[in-house]
Protein backbone atom coordinates (compact mmCIF):
# COMPACT_ATOMS: atom_id res chain seq x y z
CA UNK A 1 0.00 0.00 0.00
CA UNK A 2 1.41 3.74 -0.94
CA UNK A 3 2.05 5.76 1.85
CA UNK A 4 -0.21 8.60 1.13
CA UNK A 5 0.28 12.42 2.50
CA UNK A 6 -2.74 13.53 1.01
CA UNK A 7 -5.48 15.00 3.05
CA UNK A 8 -8.73 14.05 2.70
CA UNK A 9 -11.49 16.35 1.04
CA UNK A 10 -12.32 17.93 4.73
CA UNK A 11 -10.31 17.17 7.29
CA UNK A 12 -6.81 15.16 8.42
CA UNK A 13 -5.74 12.10 8.54
CA UNK A 14 -5.93 10.61 11.56
CA UNK A 15 -2.45 9.13 13.61
CA UNK A 16 -3.13 6.60 16.37
CA UNK A 17 0.11 7.56 18.84
CA UNK A 18 2.24 4.75 19.88
CA UNK A 19 -0.80 2.87 19.05
CA UNK A 20 -3.96 4.18 20.25
CA UNK A 21 -2.73 4.28 23.62
CA UNK A 22 -5.64 5.63 25.59
CA UNK A 23 -7.49 2.42 24.97
CA UNK A 24 -5.11 -0.16 25.23
CA UNK A 25 -1.27 0.05 26.77
CA UNK A 26 1.13 1.89 24.38
CA UNK A 27 3.83 0.77 21.97
CA UNK A 28 2.39 -3.11 22.01
CA UNK A 29 0.28 -4.89 19.06
CA UNK A 30 -2.67 -4.76 21.20
CA UNK A 31 -2.17 -0.90 20.86
CA UNK A 32 -1.99 -1.32 16.90
CA UNK A 33 -4.85 -2.70 16.79
CA UNK A 34 -6.76 -0.92 18.55
CA UNK A 35 -5.73 2.06 16.16
CA UNK A 36 -6.29 0.21 13.53
CA UNK A 37 -9.85 -0.75 14.46
CA UNK A 38 -10.98 2.66 15.57
CA UNK A 39 -10.52 3.69 11.82
CA UNK A 40 -7.11 5.58 12.39
CA UNK A 41 -5.29 6.01 8.64
CA UNK A 42 -2.06 5.00 10.26
CA UNK A 43 -0.22 4.72 13.27
CA UNK A 44 3.03 5.96 15.07
CA UNK A 45 5.73 4.09 17.36
CA UNK A 46 8.80 4.85 18.66
CA UNK A 47 12.36 2.14 18.45
CA UNK A 48 14.74 1.50 20.57
CA UNK A 49 17.89 -0.95 20.56
CA UNK A 50 18.44 -3.54 22.92
CA UNK A 51 22.30 -4.17 24.38
CA UNK A 52 22.07 -7.13 21.91
CA UNK A 53 21.20 -4.61 18.64
CA UNK A 54 17.81 -5.85 18.17
CA UNK A 55 14.70 -3.23 17.37
CA UNK A 56 12.14 -2.89 20.07
CA UNK A 57 8.90 -0.84 19.92
CA UNK A 58 8.94 1.19 23.26
CA UNK A 59 9.55 4.99 24.52
CA UNK A 60 11.07 5.84 27.60
CA UNK A 61 14.54 4.62 28.31
CA UNK A 62 13.55 2.76 30.63
CA UNK A 63 11.11 0.09 30.83
CA UNK A 64 9.69 0.52 34.36
CA UNK A 65 6.38 2.37 33.40
CA UNK A 66 5.27 0.62 30.98
CA UNK A 67 6.17 -3.34 31.85
CA UNK A 68 6.40 -5.33 34.99
CA UNK A 69 10.38 -5.02 35.29
CA UNK A 70 10.26 -3.10 38.62
CA UNK A 71 7.79 -5.20 40.38
CA UNK A 72 8.96 -8.51 39.83
CA UNK A 73 11.33 -9.27 42.83
CA UNK A 74 13.75 -12.20 40.47
CA UNK A 75 14.31 -9.17 38.00
CA UNK A 76 16.00 -7.13 40.26
CA UNK A 77 19.56 -8.19 38.53
CA UNK A 78 18.28 -6.05 35.09
CA UNK A 79 18.25 -2.84 37.14
CA UNK A 80 18.07 -0.20 36.57
CA UNK A 81 16.22 -1.52 33.63
CA UNK A 82 17.20 0.79 30.75
CA UNK A 83 16.22 -0.83 27.30
CA UNK A 84 19.76 -0.05 25.63
CA UNK A 85 21.22 -2.24 28.46
CA UNK A 86 19.48 -5.54 28.18
CA UNK A 87 19.09 -8.18 25.52
CA UNK A 88 15.63 -8.61 23.67
CA UNK A 89 15.38 -12.40 25.65
CA UNK A 90 14.98 -10.43 29.11
CA UNK A 91 12.97 -7.80 27.55
CA UNK A 92 10.58 -10.30 26.31
CA UNK A 93 10.31 -11.98 29.84
CA UNK A 94 8.26 -8.36 30.58
CA UNK A 95 4.59 -8.30 30.97
CA UNK A 96 4.18 -4.53 29.14
CA UNK A 97 0.25 -4.87 29.38
CA UNK A 98 -1.00 -5.16 33.24
CA UNK A 99 0.32 -1.53 34.20
CA UNK A 100 -2.34 -0.29 31.71
CA UNK A 101 -5.06 -2.59 33.19
CA UNK A 102 -4.24 -1.57 36.67
CA UNK A 103 -3.49 1.92 36.85
CA UNK A 104 -6.30 2.66 33.69
CA UNK A 105 -4.27 5.97 32.93
CA UNK A 106 -6.85 7.39 31.37
CA UNK A 107 -9.76 6.92 32.67
CA UNK A 108 -11.14 4.33 29.88
CA UNK A 109 -11.03 0.71 31.79
CA UNK A 110 -13.17 2.79 33.82
CA UNK A 111 -15.48 4.01 31.26
CA UNK A 112 -16.16 0.63 29.73
CA UNK A 113 -14.11 2.09 26.55
CA UNK A 114 -11.69 -0.99 26.89
CA UNK A 115 -12.92 -3.69 25.76
CA UNK A 116 -11.78 -7.10 27.90
CA UNK A 117 -8.71 -5.46 29.51
CA UNK A 118 -7.59 -8.52 31.39
CA UNK A 119 -7.10 -9.76 27.80
CA UNK A 120 -4.34 -7.03 27.76
CA UNK A 121 -2.33 -8.35 30.88
CA UNK A 122 1.06 -10.61 29.24
CA UNK A 123 1.15 -8.83 26.60
CA UNK A 124 4.75 -7.97 25.04
CA UNK A 125 7.30 -5.57 24.13
CA UNK A 126 7.15 -6.28 20.33
CA UNK A 127 10.60 -6.07 17.98
CA UNK A 128 9.83 -3.76 15.30
CA UNK A 129 10.07 -6.83 12.80
CA UNK A 130 6.80 -7.96 14.69
CA UNK A 131 5.29 -4.25 14.37
CA UNK A 132 6.11 -4.21 10.54
CA UNK A 133 4.13 -6.98 9.98
CA UNK A 134 1.36 -6.14 11.89
CA UNK A 135 1.58 -3.35 9.57
CA UNK A 136 1.72 -4.82 6.17
CA UNK A 137 -0.44 -7.66 6.95
CA UNK A 138 -3.12 -5.32 7.81
CA UNK A 139 -2.25 -2.38 4.98
CA UNK A 140 -1.86 -0.28 8.02
CA UNK A 141 0.84 2.62 7.61
CA UNK A 142 3.07 3.44 10.04
CA UNK A 143 5.05 6.40 11.70
CA UNK A 144 8.53 4.90 12.75
CA UNK A 145 10.06 7.66 15.49
CA UNK A 146 13.71 6.58 15.78
CA UNK A 147 13.94 7.75 19.40
CA UNK A 148 17.08 9.56 19.67
CA UNK A 149 20.65 7.71 20.83
CA UNK A 150 23.02 9.94 20.43
CA UNK A 151 26.11 8.89 23.11
CA UNK A 152 24.32 6.05 23.71
CA UNK A 153 24.97 2.44 22.57
CA UNK A 154 23.72 1.83 18.95
CA UNK A 155 24.08 5.53 17.77
CA UNK A 156 25.68 5.06 14.47
CA UNK A 157 23.58 1.50 13.37
CA UNK A 158 19.79 1.59 14.89
CA UNK A 159 18.82 4.23 11.72
CA UNK A 160 20.88 1.60 9.28
CA UNK A 161 19.11 -1.26 11.02
CA UNK A 162 15.43 0.01 10.65
CA UNK A 163 15.87 0.46 7.61
CA UNK A 164 17.51 -2.86 6.79
CA UNK A 165 14.29 -4.03 8.29
CA UNK A 166 11.92 -1.92 6.35
CA UNK A 167 13.75 -2.84 3.14
CA UNK A 168 13.55 -6.96 4.08
CA UNK A 169 9.89 -7.04 4.77
CA UNK A 170 9.21 -4.43 1.24
CA UNK A 171 7.97 -1.73 3.11
CA UNK A 172 9.13 1.25 1.97
CA UNK A 173 5.90 3.19 0.81
CA UNK A 174 4.35 1.77 4.21
CA UNK A 175 6.20 3.89 6.69
CA UNK A 176 7.36 7.44 7.14
CA UNK A 177 10.63 7.89 9.24
CA UNK A 178 10.58 10.48 12.22
CA UNK A 179 13.05 11.35 14.57
CA UNK A 180 14.12 14.86 16.82
CA UNK A 181 17.39 13.68 15.47
CA UNK A 182 17.85 15.08 12.61
CA UNK A 183 21.33 13.55 11.27
CA UNK A 184 19.30 10.09 11.72
CA UNK A 185 17.29 11.39 9.02
CA UNK A 186 20.10 12.82 6.80
CA UNK A 187 21.65 9.12 7.05
CA UNK A 188 18.11 7.82 6.22
CA UNK A 189 18.11 10.15 3.14
CA UNK A 190 21.63 8.77 2.31
CA UNK A 191 20.85 4.90 2.53
CA UNK A 192 17.27 5.07 1.66
CA UNK A 193 15.90 8.16 -0.44
CA UNK A 194 12.63 5.73 -1.24
CA UNK A 195 11.42 6.15 2.23
CA UNK A 196 9.94 8.95 3.06
CA UNK A 197 11.02 11.28 6.37
CA UNK A 198 9.18 13.20 8.76
CA UNK A 199 11.40 16.19 10.72
CA UNK A 200 10.14 16.16 14.29
CA UNK A 201 10.46 19.37 16.07
CA UNK A 202 9.25 20.52 19.29
CA UNK A 203 9.70 23.78 21.69
CA UNK A 204 11.37 25.98 18.75
CA UNK A 205 10.94 26.20 14.86
CA UNK A 206 13.89 26.44 13.40
CA UNK A 207 14.92 29.32 11.58
CA UNK A 208 13.58 29.27 8.07
CA UNK A 209 11.64 26.24 8.51
CA UNK A 210 10.30 25.03 5.04
CA UNK A 211 13.72 25.40 3.71
CA UNK A 212 14.96 23.31 6.81
CA UNK A 213 12.69 20.66 5.83
CA UNK A 214 13.02 21.19 2.39
CA UNK A 215 17.31 20.92 2.41
CA UNK A 216 16.37 18.13 4.30
CA UNK A 217 14.38 16.80 1.59
CA UNK A 218 11.45 15.63 4.26
CA UNK A 219 8.08 14.73 2.92
CA UNK A 220 6.84 15.88 5.88
CA UNK A 221 7.13 18.46 8.90
CA UNK A 222 5.95 17.19 12.37
CA UNK A 223 5.85 19.94 14.90
CA UNK A 224 4.72 19.70 18.17
CA UNK A 225 1.19 21.58 17.86
CA UNK A 226 1.34 24.56 19.82
CA UNK A 227 3.83 25.68 17.54
CA UNK A 228 1.58 25.91 14.30
CA UNK A 229 -0.44 28.89 13.17
CA UNK A 230 -2.49 28.98 9.52
CA UNK A 231 0.77 31.02 7.55
CA UNK A 232 2.94 28.24 8.41
CA UNK A 233 0.99 25.20 7.48
CA UNK A 234 -0.39 27.09 4.79
CA UNK A 235 3.71 27.61 3.87
CA UNK A 236 4.51 24.06 4.56
CA UNK A 237 1.47 22.63 1.91
CA UNK A 238 2.69 25.52 -0.46
CA UNK A 239 6.25 23.84 -0.64
CA UNK A 240 4.71 20.20 -1.06
CA UNK A 241 5.47 19.45 2.84
CA UNK A 242 2.87 17.64 4.43
CA UNK A 243 2.52 18.60 8.44
CA UNK A 244 1.62 15.82 10.30
CA UNK A 245 1.26 17.50 14.50
CA UNK A 246 1.25 16.08 17.84
CA UNK A 247 -0.04 14.89 20.43
CA UNK A 248 -3.50 16.85 19.79
CA UNK A 249 -6.08 14.96 22.22
CA UNK A 250 -8.63 17.91 22.33
CA UNK A 251 -11.46 18.39 19.98
CA UNK A 252 -11.25 22.45 19.94
CA UNK A 253 -7.73 22.37 19.31
CA UNK A 254 -7.80 19.66 16.41
CA UNK A 255 -10.88 21.43 14.71
CA UNK A 256 -8.22 24.60 14.65
CA UNK A 257 -5.48 22.41 13.35
CA UNK A 258 -7.82 20.47 10.52
CA UNK A 259 -9.29 24.41 9.37
CA UNK A 260 -5.35 25.53 8.96
CA UNK A 261 -4.91 22.36 6.72
CA UNK A 262 -2.98 20.45 8.30
CA UNK A 263 -2.25 16.58 6.89
CA UNK A 264 -2.34 14.67 9.95
CA UNK A 265 -3.42 14.66 13.22
CA UNK A 266 -1.28 12.19 15.76
CA UNK A 267 -3.60 11.66 18.68
CA UNK A 268 -4.16 9.35 21.60
CA UNK A 269 -7.89 8.91 21.52
CA UNK A 270 -8.50 7.92 17.61
CA UNK A 271 -11.48 6.23 18.48
CA UNK A 272 -12.82 9.68 19.26
CA UNK A 273 -11.22 11.71 16.75
CA UNK A 274 -12.16 9.45 13.45
CA UNK A 275 -16.17 9.87 14.21
CA UNK A 276 -15.64 13.71 15.08
CA UNK A 277 -13.39 14.64 12.66
CA UNK A 278 -15.59 12.73 9.91
CA UNK A 279 -19.08 14.76 10.87
CA UNK A 280 -16.64 17.88 11.33
O1 LIG B 1 5.51 11.57 16.75
C1 LIG B 1 5.33 12.56 17.67
C2 LIG B 1 5.49 12.18 19.10
O2 LIG B 1 5.40 10.79 19.24
C3 LIG B 1 6.78 12.67 19.67
O3 LIG B 1 6.81 12.65 21.06
O4 LIG B 1 7.46 11.77 23.24
O5 LIG B 1 5.39 10.98 22.22
O6 LIG B 1 7.56 10.25 21.33
P1 LIG B 1 6.80 11.35 21.99
CA1 LIG C 1 6.85 8.99 19.50
Redesign the pocket.
Known amino acids: MFFSFRTREAWPLV?A??GARSIAPENTLAAAKAGLAAGADFW?L?VQMTADGELVVH?DDELTRTTDAAVRAELTHLAPYRADALALNEIRQLDAGSWFVDRDPYGTIATGEVEAPDALRGVHVPTLREALIFSRDNAFPV?I?I?DHAGRPGDATVTDKIIDCVRELGMPRMVLL?S?NHGYLRRARELAPEIPR?V?V?GSLPEAPVRYAADLGAAAF?P?HTLLVPILVSAFRAAGIAV?T??VNGEDRAEELAAMGVNAL?TDWPQRFVPYLQGW
Open positions: CHREDHNEKSFGLEHDNWTI
